[in-house]
C-alpha cells in the first residue's frame, strides 16, 4: 500500500476514535452528572476557596454554565463541545484550584508528567529487555527463577503501596528525599531548583519504573523464550556466534516487536499509575493535577485531560507502528 | 587415499523427560571421508535429527550425551565447551536447519547474516565479507544484487539456497543438511537436488543429508544410513544397499516407497508403528513388526557388522 | 464408460483479499485470490480420481467447494446429475451423507476431547439416521472396514491413544458410516509416514471395491497417485491443465508442466536417471495470474500464442485431455 | 495450585470474617494506638512491649481484704477506735452483676466533733514484666445499698512500685457530699444499682498524635507508673466521712480491675487510633474478593460471549463488535473509573452501593480484551479440521457452538476470568485508596489510605511497617496466585501452550 497511504488511513482512522472518544466524554461530563443524575449545576460547581465572595462564586458559576454550555439545548451544545475538543479550545479552570485557561495549565504540568513517565518507561525498557531476553536465555535456572519471582511481585504490586513504602522509607525513614515533591522546590529558581526538582523526582520515578518493568519483563521474557526456540537462533549458534552476540543482537531485534505493541497499548495503563504516584509524592504533573481537579471538581480541565490521554495512547499506537515497521521489515511490505 | 572427516563412536545421547530417557540416538558408530555425501534416512521420530544435532553439539538443555566420541578432523569435539565449539562451528562443520524457512533471521538481510558468520571467525575484514557474500549468492544461483535484501522477500526455494550459501561461506569440512527440501514443491525440490549436487561435484565437499525420503537419497548420495529407533538398520554404499537391501527395515520401506516408473501396483506397507523411544523394544527394536522375527530377536540386540565389503547390517538373519 | 457421479463446471472460488477498512474504502477495484478459477472435472462411479498440484494450486479449494464446504464464487456442481452448487445450506444436509469430505491433518481433524466411538457415530447422531443399537452396528462395521481390529477394543480410546495411521482410518471410519457415494480425500497420507501410507491407501482401495465409493484424491506426490487412482488430473494455478489415465498420464505427459513434474520426480533407485528441471522460476501468485496461459512464463517451449490466449482443455487423445498451445 | 490455595485461604477468611475476628473493625482502642502484631515482641526492638494485659484478679474475695480493719475515728482529741462489731465486711456469692463481691456495713456513731471516718483498704499485688505501657485504666463496680448521714463517700487508687514508691492514681473522687438520708449521686453513682467506677489515666478522645514518648503535652501515665518491672501493689481505698449525726453506710463493691492498653496486639497490630488491623484486614478481603470476581465473572462472560459471537459469525455485527472494542481500549481505565466514582458519590443515593457501580463500570470496561482473546481463539479452531469435518457430516450452527466450540473456549474462558480478576483487585484498591471516604467498610486499599495518610507521625511507631505490609502484601498474593491460577489454566487448557 506504500508508506504514505498508510500514514493517511492511520490518521483517519486516529479521527474517528477520538470523535467517539469526544463523545463518550460528553456524556461523561455533560449528560451524566446533570441529564441523567439529574445535579444541578449551579450547586454542583463549588470553588474549593471559602474566602472569594460570593459575587464572584456567582460569576464563576455562570461562567462554568456558559462555558460548558448547560444553558443550552443538549445537541447545540454538543456541536459546540466537539468544535471546542477538535481545536483544543478547551476553556478556563473552575473549582478554585487551578486558574485560567485549562490549555495553559495542561502546558504548565505537562513537562513535569513527561519527564517522569519519559525517564521511568526507558529505565523500565531498558530494565525488561536486558533481564528479559537473559531470563529467556538462562531459563529454568537460579536467576531466571529470582528475577521471574522478584519481576512478578513487582508486577503485582499496586502503584500506591510501592509508592507509600517507599515514600515512608526514603522520605520519612532515611530523609533523603521530600516527602512532597511541589512544596519542595516551589519557589526555588535556577541551579537549586534543578537540585531540588532532581531530589524529589527520585522517588516518583522509582516509584513508576518498578511499577512498570514488571510487565514490560514478563513481555519480553516469553518472547524471547518463543524467539529462542527459533531456528534462526539455533543456525546463529550453528554459525559459531557469541552468546552475547545471538542475544543481543538476534533475539532482541526480534523479541522487541510485542513490547512495543504492548507499551502502546498500556499507556493509559502507565497514564493511570502516574495519576496515583503523582498525587502520593506531589509530583505537580499533569496526573497530580487531574486528581486534584476530581476533587474540586473541575470538569474542563478533567475533560480536556481525558481527551489529551486518548489522543496520546492513539498516537503511541500510531508511533509504534511504525516502529514496528522499522524493526521488522515484513511488515512494511504489508502497508 | 581419502582421508577420514568425521568419525562418530558409540555416541549416545539421551534427553531426560518426565517419563525417562528418550534414547535418540543409540550407541551409533560411523564414519565419513572426505568429499562423501552420505544420506541418513529415518522416519519421524527416529531420532535422525537428533543424530545431527549431537554431531553439531547443538543440544537442548535437557539433552545428555552419556557415552562416545565425535572426532571432527580428527578433533575429539565430544567434550568441548561452548566457547571452544565456537570455533569448530561454520569452520569445520555448518548447518543447513530443518525448515530453512525459518533459518534466517526475519528481520536482517540476508547478506548480513552470511557475512556476521565469516566475520565472527576473523577469517576476513568486513568488506571483503560482503563480497565473498555475494559470492556465495551467486554460487548458489542467487543474483548477487538480492544480497540486500530480507528474508521475506525471497520465495522458499531461494531461502533454502541463501540457507546452502551460508552453510558453505567459510568452506567447511561438513556440511550437515537437515530435511533440506521437506516443505518445498517437487521442481523447487528437484532445484534444490541439482544445486546440491553441482556443489559437491565443484567443491568436493563432504555432506551429510538427512531426510525422510529415500529417493533423494538414492539421487544425491553414495553412501547412506538407514536409521530406526536411535540405531543405525543398515550401512553402506548406496548402490549396494538399495539393490540389495539386508535389513528387513529397509526392505519394507524400499518396497511401500512409491516408485513413479514402475508399474503400476498394489503399494506395501510396514505394519504397526515405530517404538517409542522412552521405552523401545528388547532384543531388536524392529522385531515387533519384523515378519522374520524370530526368538533370539526378542531377546538379543543384533549389532551392526560387515557382510558384504562396506555393507554393514544389524539384523540376526545374517 | 461408466456413469459420472461428480462433474463440476466452470467451477471458480475466488477469495476476497482482506484489507482494511479504509483501504476497501479508497479503492475500487477488488482483488481477489483467485484459488480455483474455471474448472471442469468428472468424477466417475467407482474410481479413484487423482488430483494433483503444487502448494497453493488451488487443488484443496477445490475439493472443498466440490463438498460446499465453501461455496462457489461461480460456476455448478453436479451431483448425479442435480446441482448442488446454488443449495442453500438447510436443503444441502441431504446431501451432506452422500458427500464426505476426509482430510489432510489426522491431528486436527478428530476432536481431541471425543472418544472414537463418539467420532464415528458422530454424523449418524446430527442426522439421527439410526438406532441406538443401529449406531452401534453401523459404526462396528465402519471400524472393521478400515482395518481397526477388533473394532470394540478402539471404542473408547481418544484419539491422541493411536498412531497416526490409525487416527487417519479413524477419520475415514467417520465419513464410511454414513455410506457416501463420494469421498473428497485431501492428502490424506501426506502427514504420515512413508512406512504406513499404504496402510491407509489400500483401505480406501478396499472401499472402492466393496461399496463401489468414488473418490477425489488430492495430492502433490505424483509417485503415490500413479498407484492408487485411475485417472489423474492436474492442476496449475488455479486451473486443470491435464486429465488422462494414471499410468498414460506419467508414461505420456503432454503438458509441459506434467513433464516438469514427473522429471523433477525422484526415483528411490541410485541407478535410476537423476532428477531434471523443466520448468523455470517458481509457482506466481493466484492474486495476478499471468495473461494467456498461465504456465507460459515458466515454460521452455512458450511462443507469442501462449501470452495472449488461454488455452482450453481438449481431449487430444481418447481419454486425454490437456490444455496446451503445442496440441 | 498454591495460587487456588491461597484463593480458597481468601475466600475462608471473607465467608467467615465474623468467627475469626474479636473485634469490630471500626471500634477504637482495642489496644493502644500503634501496637505493634502481638508476634513482632519476639523481634529485639519489639521485645517485652505489653500486651492488653488485665494485671488484676477481678475476684475481690482474693484479694487482701484484711486491712478493711482500718477502720477509725477522728475525733479532736485523738483516734479512737470504732468498735470492731459496728463495722463489718462481709464476702457474698453470687449477684447480677458479679459471682463475688465484697459488702462492707457500718454503723457510724454520732461525733461530736467534726468527723468520723470509715476507710477500707483492699489491695492486691502483681507482677509486671514489660516495658513501660502508654496507658492503662483501672476501676471498680460499686453499689451503695444504704447511705445515712454521710457526708463525703469517695474512692482513691494507689500504686505501689517494686522500689517502694506510691503514686496517688487519683485525687479522691468525691462521690457524694451532701448528709442527707438517702443520697443520689453524682457520676452516674445511684442507689439500688451496680454502677462502674471506670478510670482511665487518658481519655481515648485526647490528641492521639500526642500520645507517643516524644509527643508534647499531655504525659503518658503509663511510662512513669509503670516503668519497672517487678512486683506492684494496687490499693483501692473507700472513704466514707460522716459528721454529728450517727450515720450508716452498706456498700457492695466488686471487679476491681488494673488494665494496661496493649504496645503488642493481636495478629496485625492496631492503627493510629487504637482499631484492631486484623479484622481490618479480614473484612477487607470480602470487598477485594467481592469486587475482584464479580466483576471478573461479569466481564468474562460477556467478553466471552461476545467473543464467541464475533468470531462464529463474521459479518456486520462482529466487525461492530470489534471496532467497540478498538475503543474502549483507548480509553483509559483509572481516570474515567476516579470521574466516576466522583460523580457517583455525589449522589446519596447511588452512593450508597457504591462497590455495585464500580463492579458494572470495570465490567462494562474490560470485556473487550476477552472478547479479543476468545474470537481469536474461535477463528483458529474454526480453521480446525473437526469444525470442518463436522459441517461435512451435516452438522448445523449450533451444534457445532455447543459441541465442539464452547467446550474448547471454556478453559480459556476461566483462565481469562483468573487473569482478570487481580487488575480488579488492584483497580479497586486504588480508588479506595485515592477516595478513603467513599465507605465506612475496611478495604485493604481504604487500610494502606490511611496508613499512608499518617505515614508522617508513623514515623515514630517503628514506621508502622504493620500497618504498610499486611494489606499490601495481600492484596500482592491475592492478585498473583489469581495470575498464576490463570496461567496454570490456560497451559491445561490453551492447545497453542500444550503442544501435542
Not at chain 2, 197 to 203: E, G, V, W
Not at chain 3, 141 to 146: E, I
Amino acid at each position: 500500500m506504500g508508506l504514505k497511504r498508510f500514514i493517511i488511513s492511520r490518521i483517519i482512522t486516529m479521527f474517528v476514535v477520538l470523535f467517539v472518544v469526544a463523545v463518550i466524554n460528553f456524556i461523561i461530563f455533560q449528560v451524566l452528572p446533570f441529564t441523567v443524575l439529574g445535579i444541578d449545576p449551579k450547586t454542583w460547581f463549588v470553588p474549593a476557596g471559602g474566602t472569594r465572595s460570593d459575587v464572584y462564586l456567582d460569576k464563576i458559576r455562570q461562567e462554568v454554565i456558559h462555558n460548558l454550555g448547560l444553558d443550552l439545548p443538549l445537541q447545540e451544545r454538543f456541536f459546540q463541545y466537539i468544535y471546542a475538543m477538535f481545536t483544543f479550545n478547551f476553556g478556563y479552570n473552575v473549582g478554585g484550584a487551578l486558574d485560567g485557561p485549562v490549555a495553559d495549565t495542561i502546558l504548565r504540568f505537562a513537562p513535569y508528567t513527561i519527564l517522569l513517565l519519559g525517564a521511568s518507561t526507558v529505565a523500565s525498557f531498558i530494565i525488561s529487555i536486558y533481564l528479559g531476553i537473559f531470563s529467556a536465555h538462562k531459563r529454568g535456572k537460579t536467576f531466571d527463577k529470582v528475577s521471574l519471582i522478584t519481576l512478578l511481585f513487582f508486577y503485582a504490586m499496586p502503584s500506591f503501596w510501592i509508592g507509600s513504602l517507599l515514600l515512608l522509607f526514603f522520605a520519612f525513614g532515611l530523609k533523603w528525599s521530600p516527602p512532597n515533591a511541589e512544596s519542595y522546590f516551589s519557589g526555588l529558581t535556577g541551579l537549586d531548583f534543578v537540585y531540588a526538582l532532581l531530589k524529589a523526582f527520585l522517588l516518583p520515578f522509582f516509584s513508576l519504573t518498578l511499577i512498570s518493568v514488571g510487565g514490560f519483563y514478563l513481555i519480553m521474557r516469553s518472547s524471547a523464550i518463543d524467539i529462542i526456540t527459533e531456528d534462526y537462533i539455533l543456525m546463529a549458534r550453528a554459525k559459531g556466534l557469541k552468546t552475547r552476540k545471538i542475544l543481543f543482537k538476534h533475539v532482541q531485534k526480534n523479541s522487541i516487536l510485542p513490547i512495543l505493541t504492548v507499551f502502546a497499548i498500556s499507556l493509559g495503563f502507565v497514564l493511570s499509575g502516574a495519576i496515583i504516584t503523582e498525587t502520593i509524592f506531589g509530583w505537580p504533573g499533569l496526573g497530580y493535577w487531574s486528581f486534584v481537579a476530581i476533587d474540586t471538581l473541575d470538569f474542563p480541565f478533567e475533560q480536556a485531560f481525558f481527551f489529551i490521554i486518548s489522543l496520546m495512547v492513539l498516537v503511541a499506537n500510531f508511533i509504534a507502528d511504525i516502529l514496528y515497521g522499522i524493526v521488522d521489515p515484513r511488515v512494511r511490505t504489508s502497508w | 587415499m581419502s582421508t577420514r572427516i568425521l568419525d562418530v563412536e558409540n555416541l549416545r545421547m539421551y534427553y531426560k523427560t518426565k517419563e525417562g530417557y528418550v534414547k535418540a540416538v543409540d550407541n551409533v558408530s560411523f564414519k565419513i571421508e572426505k568429499g562423501d555425501f552420505l544420506g541418513i534416512a529415518g522416519e519421524s521420530a527416529s531420532g535422525k535429527t537428533s543424530l545431527a544435532m549431537t554431531i553439531l553439539k547443538l543440544l537442548p538443555p535437557n539433552a545428555e550425551i552419556k557415552s562416545g566420541r565425535i572426532l571432527i578432523d580428527g578433533i575429539d569435539i565430544t567434550n568441548m565447551k561452548e566457547s571452544e565449539l565456537r570455533d569448530i562451528r561454520w569452520t569445520k562443520i555448518s548447518l543447513v536447519p530443518q525448515g530453512s524457512m525459518n533459518a534466517l533471521n526475519p528481520v536482517f538481510t540476508i547478506g548480513g547474516q552470511i557475512v556476521e558468520g565469516i566475520v565472527e571467525h576473523k577469517i576476513m575484514s568486513k568488506k571483503d565479507a560482503w563480497k565473498r557474500a555475494e559470492e556465495l549468492l551467486e554460487l548458489v544461483g542467487i543474483d548477487k544484487a538480492r544480497v540486500k535484501s530480507y528474508p521475506h522477500e525471497l520465495s522458499g526455494g531461494m531461502k533454502q539456497r541463501v540457507a546452502i550459501a551460508m552453510a558453505l561461506s567459510n568452506n567447511p569440512d561438513v556440511v550437515l543438511l537437515d530435511e533440506p527440501t521437506t516443505a518445498l514443491d517437487v521442481i523447487v525440490q528437484a532445484n534444490i537436488m541439482n544445486l546440491l549436487r553441482d556443489l559437491q561435484a565443484k567443491l568436493k565437499m563432504t555432506m551429510i543429508l538427512i531426510t525422510h525420503d529415500l529417493s533423494i537419497i538414492a539421487d544425491l548420495c553414495n553412501k547412506v544410513i538407514i536409521y530406526y529407533a536411535g540405531k543405525i538398520a543398515e550401512m553402506g554404499d548406496s548402490l549396494s544397499v538399495y539393490t540389495k537391501p539386508l535389513h528387513p527395515y529397509t526392505q519394507g520401506l524400499l518396497a511401500s516407497f512409491p516408485n513413479i516408473r514402475a508399474k503400476r501396483q498394489k503399494l506395501s506397507y510396514i505394519p504397526g508403528t515405530p517404538p517409542n523411544l522412552v521405552n523401545p523394544p528388547k532384543g531388536c527394536r524392529f522385531h515387533p513388526r519384523c515378519p522374520f522375527a524370530f526368538e533370539r530377536c526378542r531377546i538379543e540386540e543384533p549389532q551392526l557388522r560387515e557382510i558384504e565389503p562396506g555393507h554393514f547390517v544389524a539384523c540376526h538373519l545374517y | 464408460m461408466s456413469e459420472t457421479i461428480v462433474s463440476c463446471k466452470g467451477l471458480k472460488k475466488y477469495f476476497p483479499l482482506r484489507r482494511g477498512f479504509l483501504s476497501t474504502l479508497f479503492s475500487r477495484e477488488n482483488l481477489y485470490v483467485r484459488a480455483v478459477d474455471g474448472v471442469d472435472l468428472e468424477v466417475r462411479k467407482n474410481e479413484i480420481m487423482g488430483l494433483i498440484g503444487e502448494s497453493g494450486c488451488g487443488k484443496t479449494t477445490l475439493g472443498k467447494t466440490i463438498v460446499r464446504l465453501l461455496d462457489p464464487t461461480e460456476g455448478s456442481i453436479l451431483f448425479k446429475g442435480e446441482d448442488i452448487s446454488k443449495l442453500p445450506q438447510n436443503k444441502l444436509i441431504k446431501y451432506r451423507t452422500k458427500i464426505q469430505f476426509i482430510f489432510q491433518d489426522p491431528y486436527e481433524s478428530v476432536n481431541p476431547r471425543y472418544t472414537i466411538f463418539d467420532i464415528v457415530s458422530e454424523g449418524l447422531r446430527i442426522n439421527k439416521l439410526a438406532s441406538k443399537e443401529d449406531i452401534e452396528n453401523r459404526v462396528y462395521t465402519a471400524l472393521k472396514d478400515v482395518r481397526l481390529e477388533p473394532p470394540e477394543s478402539f471404542y473408547d480410546l481418544y484419539p491422541h491413544e493411536v498412531s497416526g495411521g490409525q487416527r487417519q482410518r479413524v477419520a475415514i471410519a467417520r465419513a464410511l458410516v454414513l455410506n457416501p457415494e463420494f469421498i473428497v480425500a485431501d492428502e490424506p497420507v501426506s502427514m504420515l509416514d512413508v512406512s504406513i501410507r499404504a496402510e491407509v491407501l489400500n483401505v480406501m482401495l478396499d472401499l472402492k471395491d466393496k461399496y463401489g465409493i468414488s473418490f477425489l484424491f488430492i495430492s502433490h506426490d505424483l509417485a503415490t497417485a500413479k498407484h492408487i487412482c485411475d485417472r489423474i488430473a492436474v492442476m496449475y494455478l488455479g486451473k486443470i491443465v491435464e486429465i488422462a489415465s494414471s499410468e498414460e498420464l506419467v508414461d505420456k505427459p503432454l503438458h509441459p508442466y506434467t513433464q516438469a513434474l514427473i522429471a523433477a520426480i525422484p526415483v528411490p533407485d541410485p541407478r535410476a536417471p537423476k532428477v531434471t528441471v523443466k520448468a523455470k522460476g517458481e509457482i506466481p501468485s493466484a492474486i495476478n495470474p499471468p495473461k494467456g496461459c498461465r504456465f507460459h512464463p515458466r515454460c521452455p517451449f512458450a511462443f507469442e500464442r501462449c501470452r495472449i490466449e488461454e488455452p482450453q482443455l481438449r481431449e487430444i487423445e481418447p481419454g486425454h485431455f490437456v490444455a496446451c498451445h503445442l496440441y | 495450585m498454591t495460587g487456588l490455595g491461597i484463593i480458597i485461604f481468601f475466600s475462608l477468611l471473607a465467608i467467615f470474617a465474623p468467627y475469626i475476628t474479636w473485634n469490630d473493625p471500626n471500634t477504637t482502642f482495642v489496644a493502644n494506638p500503634w501496637a505493634v502484631p502481638e508476634w513482632a515482641t519476639v523481634f529485639p526492638p519489639y521485645q517485652g512491649l505489653p500486651p492488653n494485659l488485665e494485671l488484676t484478679s477481678s475476684n475481690i474475695a482474693t484479694w487482701n481484704n484484711q486491712i478493711a480493719s482500718h477502720s477509725l475515728v477522728t475525733t479532736s482529741i485523738g483516734t479512737d477506735q470504732i468498735p470492731n462489731s459496728l463495722v463489718s465486711i462481709s464476702r457474698y456469692s453470687s449477684d447480677q452483676v458479679s459471682d463475688k463481691y465484697l459488702e462492707i456495713n457500718a454503723s457510724l456513731p454520732a461525733t461530736i466533733f467534726p468527723q468520723s471516718v470509715v476507710i477500707l483498704n483492699s489491695s492486691t499485688t502483681f507482677n509486671y514484666n514489660y516495658k513501660p505501657p502508654y496507658n492503662f485504666y483501672f476501676g471498680v463496680f460499686v453499689f451503695p445499698v444504704k447511705v445515712v448521714n454521710v457526708t463525703d463517700f469517695y474512692f482513691q487508687f494507689m500504686l505501689k512500685n517494686p522500689s517502694g514508691k506510691v503514686y496517688k492514681l487519683t485525687n479522691y473522687l468525691i462521690m457524694a457530699t451532701s448528709p442527707q438520708e438517702t443520697i443520689s449521686y453524682n457520676n452516674g453513682l445511684s442507689l439500688n444499682k451496680w454502677d462502674a467506677v471506670a478510670l482511665n489515666t487518658i481519655l481515648p478522645d485526647v490528641n492521639v498524635a500526642a500520645l507517643g514518648p516524644s509527643g508534647a503535652g499531655i504525659p503518658n501515665t503509663g511510662l512513669i507508673y509503670l516503668n519497672e518491672t517487678g512486683q506492684y501493689t494496687f490499693t483501692l481505698q473507700l472513704v466514707a466521712v460522716t459528721s454529728f449525726n450517727p450515720g450508716f453506710l452498706s456498700v457492695k463493691i466488686s471487679n476491681p480491675y488494673f488494665f494496661v492498653l496493649g504496645r503488642a496486639y493481636g495478629l496485625m497490630g492496631t492503627d493510629f487510633e487504637g482499631k484492631d488491623l486484623w479484622s481490618q484486614f479480614v473484612y477487607g478481603s470480602r470487598i477485594s474478593m467481592e469486587v475482584g470476581i464479580l466483576a471478573g465473572v461479569l466481564s468474562v462472560l460477556l467478553g466471552a460471549f461476545l467473543g464467541l459471537f464475533a468470531g462464529f459469525f463474521e459479518g456486520i455485527l462482529s466487525e461492530v463488535t470489534m471496532r467497540i472494542t478498538d475503543i474502549i481500549l483507548v480509553i483509559p481505565f483509572l481516570p474515567l473509573a476516579i470521574v466516576f466514582v466522583t460523580v457517583i458519590t455525589q449522589n446519596g443515593f447511588l452512593a450508597q452501593s457504591i462497590y455495585f457501580w464500580i463492579i458494572i463500570l470495570f465490567a462494562v470496561l474490560s470485556w473487550p480484551g476477552v472478547t479479543r482473546v476468545i474470537r481469536s481463539q474461535v477463528l483458529s479452531l474454526k480453521q480446525r479440521g473437526y469444525i470442518e469435518a463436522a459441517r461435512v457430516l451435516g452438522a448445523r450452527n449450533m451444534y457445532i457452538l455447543r459441541r465442539h466450540l464452547l467446550p474448547n473456549v471454556m478453559g480459556l474462558v476461566y483462565a481469562n476470568l483468573a487473569l482478570s480478576v487481580p487488575g480488579f483487585i488492584l483497580t479497586e484498591a486504588a480508588l479506595d485508596f485515592l477516595f478513603p471516604g467513599v465507605s465506612e467498610t475496611p478495604t485493604w486499599g481504604r487500610m494502606l489510605s490511611m496508613a499512608y495518610e499518617h505515614a508522617a507521625s508513623a514515623t515514630y511507631y517503628g514506621y508502622g511497617w504493620w500497618w504498610f505490609i499486611f494489606p499490601g502484601i495481600a492484596i500482592v498474593i491475592l492478585s498473583l496466585s489469581f495470575v498464576m491460577l490463570g496461567y496454570a489454566l490456560d497451559e491445561i487448557f490453551n492447545p497453542r501452550l500444550r503442544g501435542r
